[in-house]
């Protein structure tokens, strides 16, 4: 190529700064991203998987990858785009570049990425000796065509780029020419490029790891836009590269017995038990990747064994990260500082790039201070040394789309079924994946919609080879079944859709499953051992309150659990004034309410608390403390519920071990006493109230019900943990369940809707849920839409019930003030027409809560609340897109049908009013 021509590339602008004119040329943004490729690459993935995905590529990874970000944007050199912008495009035409004639929504059709990915095929079909496939066109066009998060269709190449003048298309063959001179490819690597043999998980990696190169090497503080053709490209991307600032990445360290203690910062003469022993050999002697479900009672320390084992397996597959996947943002809090802990006594040294992965990680404050004024810092241990792992909560990984990159991510299950779910960037998810260990703690929250999607990611994580470990109390055989056979399917290249296992109802138990065999590991139940006394006390609200008021009289800690705010808030209400150091918690208080809520009660109700529970108390709450929060009570009042969730919450009685006296006499042991239902027998089947069986359904509370029933009959009124609850639970699930004769009418009914709700949620998860990766192309990951608000507005992988987020403030004397309990905010008036301070609105966010879907049903009822947005509130990442729910000075809003009122000891009340 002579200089006349490589002048003429020149000409062709990449980035375009609106604001200051500042333009990058299209050649230096394709040197800028060739160039941090591969050290990308190299930081988000470990050497193992490297050369794992090289080996399923069949060619050289680094040329593959620099070559891919080389002709990623090519299709920039094309008229569509380079009239986007006039004054830059003056040049183009002044060099001799046809103009055409193109309408805005021919311009949007031809994307540069679809120009690009064409492009390349083209190009691949000329210069390569052996023609590809149309297979291999097609992964290369899925890559090129997907570099901005959706995946064109390469079925028919569209008419204007059939009919461009030839001067385009010839342009960028030589800027692709260019580019094999520049990164020194020879005719050789062009014709290993035509015939690579990669499969679909491949190219997803692949894409994946172009889209971090692009938006690394299209920062302007890693490159900026002040070059030009005499700029010394060595020291550019040198100094490029020292400024990407991807966090570091984890190093695995196992240890061994005498290290456990430490490790996780336990009391003295903390031991390993049985199964924590007996998790961390399965993984040891399992050859390769897997899945591993580990079901023990609640407490038995199965967090602990879960990170053991992956500091094993991450250290014998070449690993270097961790996902931990929790229920809900509570139990993500919680677990955020337990791995903390744990990264922070690793012998190993190093920053840990560290991210909590939720829709309100910016609330909490261990997480927060990670990033000290604003900017990534390090957090060393706390005596001060800079030994050990230092969690580092790098800006890169922040947002939404990124976070799964980061070394260390502790967020929502969602997190992980986001990648199974059709949606614009879901690569950067199996990019995020690929290197890592998963951990999914209490899996047997999952209901049917959401298993529609966890079973197919682990379809994926057994195709990619990631490990696997899941935790749970119990769970259902068929859903025990139901995950491995998933992940059997994928890690067998699906050879196999279904493994045979033991039929065997040992609790506690190791279920283990690798692409070929299964097994189960039965470990001793250790010394911890809980024996329960149930009994059933049917009757209304009013009944359940006469019981609790009773149990308070002479002390101790009670909890009430109801399955729906309402109950709650009608049960405080009755107890109210009845009983001394009254409590309420549920998910309809403000999120600062909540948190301040739930911390006072885990430092008196949990694991040192025993100073502070002495004059005991009565906690009325819904399901948000069945899981995640460290609470500990002598007696509890329980809803009808499945039985594996009231096994679930009876975990939360006599959970610690206090020193004697501490519980009352009449307390000392664990009793558990279901609500919520009304008088049953063989003779009559029990009723529940219309809200609880919205939650739960009725099949499910029947065979509940009968389950507990008939064993508490034959076991003198006990559940004993670890030895009943593997039988509760398969009885419970069984299809060889037979009810009493009376029973019939209302059990078949029920059995009928539960399997239509059922087949309704997995076809309703079905229609956004990614294919098979042994199935289609790329552009079938595609959705309708593809703002960046798909996931939120298009689908969810969890079945949702549409509730509407919403900030609460106040209307005082005709101005917006914030509610009084938010004392940082006395005095400012939140109505200005100025942006609004920064401090304020984070502080304002943090009142939020969620009304529920059957309050909002109406367009009108979103337009009244929207008549209080104010402009200023827009300009503010905090509050942007929330709506208001601006109450009066009595604290009220008539919403519709519907008053809303907060009070601070109920929180959000819901009441129907008529006129």
């Known amino acids: 190529m002579n200089e006349t021509e490589t002048l003429s590339l020149d000409v062709f602008w990449a980035k375009f700064d609106r604001k200051t004119s500042g333009s990058l040329s299209l050649r230096q943004h394709l040197t800028d991203v060739s160039g941090v490729a591969l050290p990308v690459a ?8 490297l050369r794992m995905l090289e080996e399923r590529c069949g060619g050289d990874l680094g040329k593959i990858l620099r070559f891919v970000a080389w002709g990623h944007d ?22 001799g570049y046809p103009a055409i004639l193109a309408s805005p929504q021919e311009v949007r059709a031809m994307a540069h990425g679809l120009v690009s990915a064409y492009t390349v095929v083209d190009w691949l079909a000329a210069r390569a000796t052996r023609k590809p ?21 390469m079925e028919k190449k569209p008419a204007p780029l059939i009919n461009e003048p030839a001067e385009w298309k010839d342009a960028r063959f030589r ?16 014709d290993t490029f035509a015939q690579l043999s990669w499969e679909i998980p491949d190219q997803a990696v692949v894409t994946g790891l172009l889209v971090a190169a692009d938006w690394v090497g299209s920062s302007t503080w890693n490159f900026p836009y002040s070059c030009d053709s005499g700029t010394d490209q060595e020291r550019r991307a040198i100094e490029g590269q020292r400024r990407m600032n991807l966090g570091g990445r984890w190093t695995p360290s196992p240890v061994d017995s005498e290290a456990f203690q430490q490790r996780f910062s336990l009391p003295s003469g903390s031991t390993m038990r049985p ?25 038995g320390g199965k967090t602990e064994a879960a990170l053991m084992a992956a500091d094993v397996w991450a250290d014998r597959l070449g690993m270097d990260g961790v996902f931990f996947g929790q229920p809900t943002r509570v139990t993500s809090d919680a677990m955020f500082n337990r791995v903390l802990t744990w990264l922070e006594h690793s012998p190993e040294t190093g920053e840990v790039s560290t991210i909590l992965a939720h829709g309100k990680s910016q609330f909490n404050k261990d997480y927060l201070s990670l990033f000290g004024q604003g900017r990534p810092t390090n957090v060393y241990s706390s005596d001060g040394s800079d030994e050990g792992l230092s969690p580092e909560a790098n800006a890169w990984f922040r947002g939404r789309k990124t976070g799964l990159l980061a070394s260390v991510v502790i967020g929502t299950i969602d997190q992980l079924l986001f990648a199974a779910l059709k949606s614009k960037h879901v690569v950067l998810r199996h990019l995020g994946l690929f290197g890592k ?37 119990t769970l259902p055989p068929a859903r025990r079944q139901e995950l491995v056979d998933a992940y059997a399917t994928g890690a067998s290249a699906f050879d196999t859709d279904h493994i045979a296992l033991e039929d065997s109802s040992a609790y506690p138990r190791i279920t283990w499953v690798t692409g070929a065999s299964a097994g189960v590991v039965v470990p001793a139940a250790g010394d911890r051992t809980r024996r329960t006394r149930v009994e059933f006390l049917p009757g209304d609200l009013e009944e359940m309150a006469d019981a609790v008021a009773a149990a308070a009289r002479t002390g101790g800690c009670i909890a009430a659990i109801c399955n729906t705010v309402s109950r709650a808030q009608q049960l405080f209400d009755l107890l109210d004034g009845t009983v001394e150091n009254l409590s309420l918690l549920h998910s309809r208080f403000l999120t600062d309410h909540r948190a301040a809520l739930e911390e006072e009660l885990v430092t008196a109700l949990g694991r040192d608390g025993e100073a502070s529970r002495r004059p005991g108390r009565v906690v009325i709450s819904t399901q948000v403390i069945e899981q995640g929060l460290d609470l500990d009570f002598d007696l509890m009042f329980s809803d009808a519920a499945p039985v594996d969730l009231l096994i679930q919450r009876m975990g939360r009685l006599h959970r610690h071990d206090f020193a004697p006296g501490v519980r009352p006499q009449d307390k000392k042991d664990a009793k558990f006493v279901i609500t919520g239902c009304s008088e049953f027998g063989d003779e009559v089947a029990p009723e529940f109230p219309r809200g609880i069986e919205a939650v739960y359904r009725r099949s499910r509370l029947l065979r509940s019900v009968l389950t507990l029933n008939r064993h ?40 009928r809707r539960e399997e239509e709700f059922r087949a309704g949620q997995r076809q309703k998860a079905e229609q956004f849920r990614l294919p098979q990766a042994d199935n289609g192309n790329l552009s079938t990951w595609n959705v309708a839409a593809t703002s960046d608000a798909e996931i939120e507005g298009l689908a969810q992988v969890r079945d949702a019930d549409d509730s509407v987020e919403v900030v609460v403030a106040q209307r005082v004397d005709g101005r917006i003030v914030a509610l009084p309990h938010v004392r940082e905010l006395a005095g400012v008036f939140l109505d200005e027409l100025v942006g609004i301070d920064d401090g304020y609105a984070r502080r304002l966010a943090q009142c939020t809560v969620r009304l529920p879907a059957w309050v909002m049903r109406t367009d009108a009822q979103f337009d009244e609340l929207e008549k209080d947005g104010q402009e200023s509130w827009q300009s503010s990442p905090w509050l942007k897109g929330v709506l208001p729910l601006v ?12 008053l809303l009122r907060y009070d601070d000891r109920l929180g959000l009340l819901c009441e129907r009013v008529k006129g």
């Open 74 to 95: 090519v299709g920039k050199a094309s008229p569509w785009f380079q009239g986007k912008v006039p004054e830059l495009n003056e040049r183009v035409l002044n060099a």
């Open 275 to 299: 199964v924590q022993e007996a998790v961390v050999e399965t993984v040891r002697t399992m050859d390769g990747p897997g899945l591993i479900l580990v079901e023990d009672a609640t407490g």
């Open 175 to 190: 800027l692709l020419d260019l580019g094999v001179r520049h990164l020194g490819l020879t005719q050789a690597d062009i």
């Open 887 to 898: 109450l009066d000075e009595s604290g009220e809003k008539r919403v519709g049908d519907w």
């Open 42 to 49: 190299k930081h988000l993935l470990p050497p193992a998987r």
């Open 437 to 473: 260990v998963v951990i999914l703690d209490e899996i047997h929250a999952a209901d049917d919609f959401m298993t529609v999607y966890l079973t197919r990611i682990l379809e994926w994580l057994g195709v990619y080879g990631v490990p696997v470990i899941a935790l749970s109390a």
């Open 712 to 751: 508490l009959a034959d076991s003198g009124g006990v559940v004993d943990s670890p030895q009943d609850v593997a039988g509760l639970v398969a009885t419970a699930y069984s299809e060889n369940l037979v009810p009493p004769v009376t029973w019939d009418e209302v059990w078949s009914g029920a059995e």
């Open 133 to 153: 496939s149309v297979r291999v066109k097609r992964a290369w066009f899925s890559i090129l065509g997907g570099h901005h998060g959706a995946f064109p269709s």
